[in-house]
C-alpha cells in the first residue's frame, strides 16, 4: 500500500508540472504572431490565398511551392479573424505527440513512466519554442512519430494491414507538411520491409525465403502507395505550375519551368553553392576547428542557443543524450519481449539527424522528429536507473541492499531531475521575459505597439496599408521576404537586392523609360531597410553600379516615409 501510495504522490506531482508548463505555454502563445517564419510564409501565404478567394500560384515566393498542410489549418483560423489561433494549433500537435508518447509508455511500462515521457517532451527548450510559434514542425513531429508507432503496432499485431495503411497515410500527411517528411518517408520505407523479414510467421515458420522476400516488398509497397496518395495534392499542384513535383528542390532531377515567372526573376542572380559542402561552409562560416565539427551530434544537445544559426538555432536537453545511454544497460541483465524497439527508435532518431545534417543547415527544429523517439528511450534508461537505485522500491515493491551499488544510478536521477526542473523553469522564466505575453495580455501594451516592439518594419507596414493606393506594389529591400502585415501586392526580396536594382537600371535605356519599364513589371513602390541597404551598397557591388544606384534613387524615387531604418519610395 505504501509503494502505490507513494506512486500516486509522484504521479500527482509529475501531473502538476505538466500542467504549470503547459498554461506556461498558452500564455507565451497568447501574442501577435512575431517569429520569421511565420510573416514570410506559413501565415503570409494563407494570407494571400484568402485574399485572392481560391489557391493561387505565387512564382515571386518560392516558398510558396512547398506542403502546406498545416497552413491550410491556419488560413482557416485567419479566416475568422485570429492569427493568434494558429499558434495553439500548432502547440495542439505538440500536446498529441505527446499523449502518442505516453500511449506507447503505458502499454511497454507503466503509468507513471508514461506521464513522466510526456512531460520530459513537452518541457524540451526547442519543443516550447515551437509551441508558442506559428511554424509548422510540430506537425512534421506528430505525424512521423504517429506513422513510426503505427509500423510497430504492426509488427505487434501480426502484421494486419490496417496498422501500414494507417502508418503510410501518417507519414503522406508528414510529407504534406513538410518536405523534411522526405527523409521520414524514406527510413520508414526502409523500416517496413527490414521488420516484416525478421518478425513475420513467414519468418518463424521457416517458410520459402524467397516468398518471405516477396511480401516484404508487397509490404513496403503498400505503405509507399498509401503515402503517396495522402501526399499526392501537393506534388500534383507543384508539377502543374513548374513541372517539378518536389519544387524548388531536385531541379537537378526534373526539369523545372515556371509558366509565369516572378517580374524580378531575370534581375536576380543565384549565387550557387560554394562548392565547400555543409561541413566545410559551417568550419568557414563560423571558423570552427575540425574537433568542433565532429562532435556535433554530441554538442548539439548541450550548446543549443535560440535565434543563434552558430548554435542551432534552438535548445535540447542534455538529458535526452544520457538517459537515452542509460536506455541499453540493462543491470538485470533481464530480456525484455519489446527491446528490438529500442535499437528501431536509436536507428530513427540518428539516421533522421543524419540525413537532416547532411541536407540543409543544421538547425534543431530541422531534425525534431528525432526527439520523440529520444524520449522514449529516455524514460527506459530513467527506468533501468530507477530498478537499479532502489532495487525495485518503486517497481517491485522490494528494497535490495547494497548502498554503494546504487549510489551511482541514484545519484544520476537525483541529478537528472534537478536540472529537468531547474532548466525548465529557467528557460521558461527566460520565455517571459524575451516575448512579454503579461504586458500584452494586461493591456498595458497594444497590439500595433507589442508588433513594432519586435518588428521594426511594422510602422512602415502600417503606413503602406492606410497611405498607398489598393492598387500599389511595393517591392522589398533586405525585409527577409517578411510581408504578412503588409496589405498591398508585393515582392519579398531576394538574395543580393542592390544588384538586382542594378541589373534593372542597367537594363532602361534611358531616363524617359523609367516610367513605362516599372509600370510593365508593376512596381510602383520600395520599402528599404536602410541599414542592410547602405551597407550592401558598398560591400556587394562596385563603385559604379553604387553611383549608378544613388543617382537612379536621387532623380526617380521619392522618399514618402521613414522611420525606425525603414523608409518607403514612391517611382516617380
Known sequence: MRVIKNNNLFAIGVIFIGLLIILATVLLASVPPVDRDALIHHLAIPKLYLKAGKIIDLPCMEYSYYPMNLDMLYMVSLYFGSDIAPKFIHFSFALFTAFLVFQYLNNRLNRLYALLGSILFLSIPIIVK????????????????????????????GFKVKYILIAGAACGLAMGTKY????????????????????????????????????????????????????????????IWTKNPL?????????SKIENPCVISKFTEDSGATGLGILGYRMLLYEENWWETAFLPIRIFFQGEDNNPKYFDGRLSPLLL?????????????????????NVFLAFAALFFFFAFFSTELRIRYFAPSIPPLVILSVYGVKNLVEEALGGFIVQSQFRAGVIKRALPLAVLIVGAAYMIISTAGYFAEQFKTVKPLEYLSGKISRDDYIASFRYEYPAMQYINKKLPPDATVLFFYLGGRGYYCDRNYIPDSGNSVKMLYNMISSIQSDKDVRSFFKQVGITHFLINNAIFMRSL??????????????FMHKHAKKLFD??????????
Open 563 to 572: 522611420e525606425k531604418g525603414y523608409s518607403i519610395f514612391q517611382l516617380n
Open 130 to 157: 515551437l509551441s508558442i510559434t506559428v511554424y509548422v514542425d510540430l506537425g512534421l513531429v506528430f505525424f512521423s512519430t504517429a506513422s513510426l508507432l503505427a509500423i510497430l503496432k504492426c509488427v505487434e499485431n
Open 538 to 551: 558598398g560591400a556587394n557591388i562596385n563603385t559604379n553600379e553604387s553611383n549608378a544606384i544613388s543617382l
Open 180 to 239: 523534411n517528411g522526405l527523409i521520414t518517408f524514406l527510413l520508414l520505407s526502409l523500416l517496413v520491409p527490414f521488420l516484416y523479414s525478421r518478425f513475420s510467421k513467414d519468418k518463424s515458420q521457416n517458410k520459402n525465403s524467397l516468398n518471405s522476400s516477396v511480401k516484404s516488398i508487397a509490404w513496403a509497397f503498400i505503405f509507399v502507395f498509401s503515402a503517396f496518395v495522402i501526399f499526392s495534392p501537393w506534388t500534383i499542384r507543384n508539377y
Open 247 to 255: 519544387y524548388p528542390f531536385y531541379n537537378s532531377v526534373f526539369t
Open 322 to 342: 544520457i538517459f537515452s545511454i542509460f536506455a541499453f544497460i540493462a543491470f538485470n541483465k533481464k530480456k525484455e519481449l519489446y527491446d528490438y524497439e529500442k
